[in-house]
Nanobody, 125 residues
C-alpha cells in the first residue's frame, strides 16, 4: 500500500508561484509513474502533469504547458509540481497520484491506483 501526502498549496496572487510536494510512504514509488491532477469547484477532475519512473519523460496538459514543471526525487520518494505564472483559472484542489505498472506516465486518472488527499491552491486576481 502507498500513502501520498501533498503539501505546498495556499493562496497566491495571479502571476505568482507555488511549489507542491507529494511525499510517498508505505512503499517506494521509484518504479511508478506519478501524476498531478486538479479539480475545481463544480468541475470534473482533470489531468495536469505526469512523469515517468526515471523522470526522463514528462507530460503536461495544454493549459499548463510552459508554466508548470513536474519533477521527482526518487531518493526522497517525492514528486514536485512547480507552478509559475499562476492564473485564477488554476484555482483547484491539486491531487498527487501514483500509477503502479506504468513506467512512462499516463494522462488518464483511471490508470492511477493511489491518491493523496489533495491540497488547495487559490489564485486571486
Amino acid at each position: 500500500q502507498v500513502q501520498l501526502v501533498e503539501s505546498g498549496g495556499g493562496l497566491v496572487q495571479a502571476g505568482g508561484s507555488l511549489r507542491l510536494s507529494c511525499a510517498a510512504s508505505g512503499r517506494t514509488v521509484t518504479s511508478y509513474a506519478m501524476g498531478w491532477f486538479r479539480q475545481a469547484p463544480g468541475k470534473e477532475r482533470e489531468f495536469v502533469a505526469a512523469i515517468s519512473w526515471s523522470g526522463g519523460n514528462t507530460y503536461y496538459a495544454d493549459s499548463v504547458k510552459g508554466r508548470f514543471t513536474i519533477s521527482r526525487d526518487n531518493a526522497k520518494n517525492t514528486v514536485y509540481l512547480q507552478m509559475n505564472s499562476l492564473k485564477p483559472e488554476d484555482t483547484a484542489v491539486y491531487y498527487c497520484a501514483a500509477a503502479p505498472g506504468y513506467y512512462s506516465g499516463s494522462y488518464s486518472q483511471y490508470d492511477y491506483a493511489y491518491w493523496g488527499q489533495g491540497t488547495q491552491v487559490t489564485v486571486s486576481s
